[in-house]
């Protein structure tokens, strides 16, 4: 609607995870440099943790497309509140491509359909990798067992499956009470909110990404887009993406803090409605 008024060739803050509009933090870098070590040099797998909206998903998203043909096939399991012999049919059949033949299969099944497929998957030079999104709801100590063993398939000392757990702060003291499972990944990592440094260049990524010559929020408008989104990345793209509307149907050629306040109170209102 106001991509022309601000001549943009698409909205820049639409929450996808195109890598295109992927800025690299600090923080995500980081990460991002951990996970991959771990999972190409099969130290288990690794623990991504951070708040809501900071922009896991699209980090899971640049692992993926960094690691190429070789990492295959990705399981992305985003509902993880599973008993762990549903956990284990419901990866045996993601894994093979093939469900099974019948829903009271067994523990016992599920395990040899993933040995052999993933035996087979490791002579052709490749690692399966499970992503466990929303990881901070598995409390089940039987489910968090059933995924520390899924790391003891391997192949004249080649592992056949990385192990990655993607969830909310909370996730961390969960594995603290699974020392095994901890100590079979390779990589734990937080994520952080961005200051307002960072969420600055972030706006200005995006922006330059979706095609527009320059800015349209100052820098004080910039510190009231940090200061509400609390360097969130979810929420300064809803922040932006809401100024950016408001800016086009009052005919505004910059947005500043005054907007970006009505905006924010907007969001709030709407929230707790």
Avoid at 103 to 113: E, I
Wanted: with cysteine.
């Amino acid at each position: 609607m106001y991509e022309t008024y601000w001549q943009l060739r698409e909205k820049p803050f639409d929450n996808t995870c195109d890598p295109r509009f992927y800025y690299p933090a600090e923080s995500h870098q980081t990460a991002l440099l951990k996970v991959r070590y771990a999972v190409e040099n099969g130290r288990g797998g690794a623990v991504l943790a951070g708040p809501s909206g900071c922009g896991k998903t699209l980090l899971v998203h640049m692992l993926r497309e960094a690691m190429g043909p070789a990492c295959a096939p990705i399981v992305h399991l985003v509902f993880p509140q599973m008993s762990a012999p549903e956990l284990l049919s419901y990866l045996a059949d993601e894994l093979t491509g093939v469900a099974a033949s019948s829903c009271n299969a067994g523990v016992h099944l599920s395990v040899q359909r993933m040995s052999r497929f993933l035996e087979e998957n490791t002579r052709r030079g490749k690692r399966a990798l499970v992503v466990v999104d929303e990881a901070h709801l598995v409390s089940d100590p039987e489910t968090l067992e059933a995924m520390r063993l899924l790391l003891n398939f391997e192949w004249q000392g080649t592992a056949g499956l990385s192990l990655m757990l993607v969830g909310q702060p909370g996730v961390l003291p969960i594995l603290d009470r699974a020392p095994q499972l901890t100590e079979r990944l390779g990589a734990r990592c937080l994520l952080r909110p961005w200051d307002a440094s960072e969420t600055g260049r972030y706006i200005a990524h995006r922006l330059r990404v979706a095609g527009t010559p320059e800015c349209p929020f100052p820098d004080d408008a910039v510190e009231a887009i940090h200061r509400l989104s609390q360097g969130l990345p979810r929420r300064i793209n809803r922040l932006c993406d809401l100024a950016l509307l408001v800016g086009y149907a009052e005919e505004r050629r910059k947005l500043g803090p005054a907007q970006i306040e009505a905006v924010g109170h907007e969001l709030a209102t709407v929230s707790a409605e």
